[in-house]
């Protein structure tokens, strides 16, 4: 039986499954205190273990799963969900519950990377549950492919080395944990697949599953014919890594030598070594929500300016885009006493924030500023959320007053600020000719604009597979974001996922985009991908796919450029790449 399901992390395996199920462990704890201090420490350890492999990002995680642990609102909230109850297995459906409401706020954030961070307090909260009622899960003992309906990031990490060969998940999405990590273990992940988890109790306990994460597939129990098939694209893809690989030193640029710059994404300063090794020509957004995110109050300037510098020196002469925070919505950050709103994804957000706390947006604008004193490349600032030319001219008001602050305190700081602009809402994607008079530089946020062309909330477990950036419709705003930027005659990227996606960075390309920024894991495969094609082949390839009808009719041309524009059908053609 083969389900399809959404691509997560690239590669193929097949395996036995393992299923992520509780079962019946140590006595149980039911004081929650004593639990939470327990799982504390177990994570604490998980963090050293995880950091002993290598692997400083995914302990940086649950350095911050154990800080949660303990965090006095979940505790005292807990407790009070369980002030009347003695069973254990009611105290622990307490603190689940405690949990479950605690990442609601976090799920609102507008930025699909902070949105997940919700798992890891519904993580936590189900580690001290299973502490205090006993519960366990039983970790595999040999090599196999996980199975669940959503996979938590700290049982993901504590399945020992060697033992995990690939997760597919009935839920979930390609910005969750669970993706994350199998992207930094190299090993393939397929999210928000259908009926996965009731097929497979069907199949009963001896199943095998065949995981394709490039076509976004699970095979369950594959035949002769489909293992063959599932090795031979295996085989494929280490051979095409290997020669992607080769190429990490060479600039970006197409088969005729048409330059494209590509970019890495970061959340952090010490995300910058890992894009500089993958080859990254620069950061085409550092995301500062890691900044605001998770205290009581907001980050000092002079903080900031060494987060900001930190990467300013590691990329040397190569460029920067500092995204200006992107937060707001239902009180995820209790310092900025934002009213709940019914619909934060379209509330006050990103440069929206300048109007109920302009003082936060002019220190962030100052710290960037300061922290291009004396850098080797110019900073570049960059707005999200922008929908107007007002929108523009507010951000300009904040740079130039900002600058102003720090010449009348005689504060060293950059001699100039290139300033630019996210094009994620359609409106601005309509204006881009105007907008593009008033900037330095366009990015194409593709997440949310897709997310706002289509009406379809992207981290929707339904839409995982349907709210796709190659859509014809959201071909067509970039397209006019990018004529108004032409006309401009300033740069235009795509800092979202389309720009990771090999056959999405090909239509870019061939649209006009002229930087593509993504996770430094993606750079190999991206820069392969663009290289064996000229620019004609890919200006060919854009017109064809801003005829289609359908994202699966564009995926189906960009896959095999002889296929019809609009004679595509979804039921023949991966959901993604």
Excluded at 124 to 137: D, F, M
Excluded at 333 to 345: I, K, R
Excluded at 516 to 530: F, H, K, P, Q, T
Aim: proline share 6%.
């Amino acid at each position: 039986m083969r389900l399809k399901g959404v691509a997560a992390a690239p590669g193929v395996a097949v395996g036995p499954a393992w299923r992520h199920e509780e079962g019946q462990g140590e006595a149980p704890l039911p004081d929650i205190r004593a639990a939470a201090a327990r799982a504390a420490a177990d994570l604490t350890d998980l963090a050293e273990r995880v950091r002993r492999a290598g692997r400083p990002e995914e302990a940086a995680i649950f350095e911050a799963q154990a800080l949660m642990a303990e965090d006095p609102m979940l505790l005292e909230g807990s407790e009070r969900r369980a002030a009347s109850l003695t069973d254990p297995d009611a105290i622990a459906a307490a603190v689940e519950a405690e949990a479950r409401a605690a990442a609601e706020p976090l799920a609102a954030i507008p930025d699909e990377l902070l949105a997940a961070r919700a798992t890891d307090v519904r993580d936590v909260g189900g580690r001290i549950a299973r502490i205090i009622a006993g519960r366990s899960i039983r970790l595999p003992d040999r090599p196999s492919i996980a199975i669940a309906d959503d996979l938590p990031p700290s049982v993901t990490a504590e399945i020992p080395e060697g033992l995990l060969l690939g997760i597919a998940l009935e839920r979930g999405s390609a910005v969750s944990h669970a993706a994350i990590l199998a992207r930094s273990l190299g090993i393939p992940a397929v999210v928000a697949v259908g009926g996965l988890w009731a097929a497979a109790q069907a199949e009963g306990p001896s199943l095998t599953i065949g995981l394709d994460g490039d076509g976004g597939s699970v095979v369950l129990d594959p035949g002769e014919r489909e293992l063959a098939e599932l090795r031979a694209a295996g085989e494929r893809r280490v051979a095409a890594a290997e020669a992607a690989r080769a190429l990490r030193d060479r600039p970006g640029a197409t088969a005729d030598g048409h330059r494209v710059a590509l970019l890495a994404n970061i959340g952090k300063p010490e995300d910058a070594a890992r894009a500089i090794e993958a080859g990254a020509e620069g950061v085409g957004l550092f995301r500062t929500e890691f900044l605001y995110v998770g205290r009581s109050d907001a980050p000092s300037e002079e903080e900031q300016t060494r987060a900001y510098r930190a990467v300013l020196d590691a990329f040397g002469e190569r460029p920067v885009v500092i995204r200006l925070i992107d937060i707001g919505g239902d009180k995820p950050v209790p310092y900025l006493h934002l009213e709940p709103e019914a619909n934060p994804f379209l509330g006050m957000r990103g440069l929206r924030l300048a109007h109920a706390n302009r003082e936060l947006q002019l220190q962030q604008v100052r710290a960037i500023a300061r922290a291009g004193a004396g850098a080797r490349a110019v900073p570049r600032l960059m707005a999200p959320m922008v929908a107007t030319v007002e929108d523009v001219e507010l951000l300009r008001g904040l740079v130039d007053e900002a600058l102003a602050d720090l010449d009348a305190g005689g504060i060293a700081r950059a001699a100039e600020l290139e300033v630019g602009i996210m094009v994620e809402v359609p409106s601005a994607a309509l204006l881009a000719s105007e907008l593009a008079r008033r900037v330095d530089f366009f990015s194409i946020g593709s997440n949310d604009l897709t997310q706002y062309v289509l009406a379809m909330d992207r981290t929707h477990p339904g839409f995982a597979a349907t709210a796709d950036a190659l859509h014809p419709a959201v071909l067509r705003a970039i397209r006019e974001t990018v004529h108004g930027a032409e006309a401009a005659g300033i740069e235009v990227a795509v800092c979202g996922e389309l720009a990771g996606d090999p056959l999405g960075a090909l239509v870019l390309v061939g649209l006009g985009v002229t930087e593509l920024s993504m996770d430094a894991g993606r750079l190999d495969e991206v820069r392969a991908a663009v290289a064996a094609r000229t620019r004609a082949e890919l200006v060919a390839l854009a017109e064809a796919a801003l005829a289609a009808e359908t994202a699966a009719a564009v995926r189906a041309l960009v896959t095999d450029p002889g296929t019809p524009a609009a004679g595509a059908t979804a039921g023949g053609v991966s959901s993604r790449a």
